[in-house]
Every structure is written in C-alpha cells, then in structure tokens.
Nanobody, 122 residues
C-alpha cells in the first residue's frame, strides 16, 4: 500500500510564501506522475502542478510564475514552493501520484494524501 503524507500547510498573509512537502512511499518515482491538486469550499477540485517522470512540469495558469514543483528522489519527497500567495490560493492541497503519464483529471490518480490546509489572508 502506497502511503502519501503532506505537510507544510498553514496560514499566511497575501504576498507570503509556503512550502508544501509530500512523502510518498514508492520504491522509485521513475515512471510516476506526481502532483498537487487543491479544493476550496464550494469549488471544483483543480490541478495545481504536476511533474511527469521527474522532468516535465505542468502548472495551472493561475499559479504559473508563483509556484514551483520539484522532487527529491533520495528522500521520496515531492515539494510545492508557493510564493506571492493570494487569498484565492486558499484551499486544501492534496498530493497525488499515479503510475504512468500525467493528467489534469484528478480521477485517474490512484494515490492521495489526506490534504494540508493553506489559508491566505488579505
């Protein structure tokens, strides 16, 4: 059973930064897509960023230039560096993984963490 555990959420003022971390209990990240989704109350779940087989990255238009996804294979850890945070970034953030190519469709991801809350105040 693959375990996914996020950390690093919290409350910050607009313009601030947070770094989310996610430990994924996979033997290797090779051939996996890893990513972050978020969901705000009353809104659809949306893809934030994902990294395909360790090299290709994808970002939602709303976070491009502000968020950076990365992974540390030695630590089995996925990161999401979030800078210039805005109130509209407030949401529960979920770390996800799937074997195979990346997709914007959250339904295809097999492995999910419990989520970490990010709250940005104006």
């Amino acid at each position: 059973q693959v375990q996914v555990a996020e950390s690093g959420g919290g409350s910050v003022q607009a313009g601030g930064s947070l770094r989310l971390s996610c430990v994924v209990s996979l033997y290797t990240f090779s051939s996996y897509c890893l990513g972050w989704f978020r969901q705000a109350p009353g809104k659809e779940r949306e893809g934030v960023a994902r990294i395909d087989n360790g090299d290709r990255t994808y970002y939602a238009d709303s976070v491009k230039g502000r968020f950076t996804i990365s992974q540390d294979n030695a630590k089995n850890t996925l990161y999401l560096q979030m800078n210039s945070l805005k109130p509209e970034d407030t949401a529960m953030y979920y770390c996800v993984a799937r074997l195979g190519y990346c997709s914007a469709n959250y339904r295809v991801y097999n492995y999910w963490g419990q989520g970490t809350q990010v709250t940005v105040s104006s």
